[in-house]
């Protein structure tokens, strides 16, 4: 039985081979466990099929009136050393053998509603696949919350991947 078309070599009258491009997945990191058990998941993807890994960091900003009424000076600042923060942090997300296995890695952090935000650059980069950390919280609780992996499956227009933690006394 041949393989999909999808991982097949193309090959040119003139005896050249155009192998697929890399793929493009996109690896939603809060920094929480869930997450990061996503970006383990997204590092092993990487070491089965060619691609090049992003990852995106949405710093929640709730505004508020005050906001409205701010020094657009300070406001600005603040952002930007939210921003700093926050990428700092993905950076150190990453260690050596994470970098290397990861092969082409890039570091979005953005300011907004993590599922428009994630949904956005999805769209944005044209994503293959979408990574993303599920914290297993019950039908009550992403009813009074919302969950932005939920959002995400619900919304994407390419695969979206949720990744569980492994579940206490399991392996």
């Known amino acids: 039985m041949s393989e999909p078309d999808e991982w097949r070599e193309e090959t040119f009258d003139d005896g050249g081979v155009r192998a697929q491009p890399p793929r493009v997945i996109l690896v939603a990191i809060d920094f929480s466990p869930p997450s990061r058990y996503a970006l383990a998941w997204a590092l092993d993807y990487a070491q089965l099929t060619p691609c090049e890994i992003h990852t995106l960091h949405v710093v929640d900003r709730h505004w508020h009136r005050a906001d409205l009424e701010a020094d657009a000076a300070a406001l600005k600042a603040e952002l930007a050393q939210v921003h700093a923060a926050a990428g700092a942090e993905l950076a150190r997300f990453f260690d050596d053998d994470s970098r290397r296995r990861a092969g082409v890695l890039h ?20 994503v293959a696949i979408i990574v993303v950390g599920g ?37």
């Open 135 to 171: 914290h297993g919280h019950g039908a009550l609780e992403r009813w009074l919350v919302g969950s932005v992996a939920e959002k995400v499956v619900r919304a994407a227009t390419c695969p979206v991947v949720v990744v569980k933690p492994p579940a206490h006394g399991r392996t």
């Open 107 to 126: 570091e979005h952090v953005a300011v907004g509603a993590p599922a428009d935000e994630i949904l956005g650059l999805a769209g944005a980069l044209d």
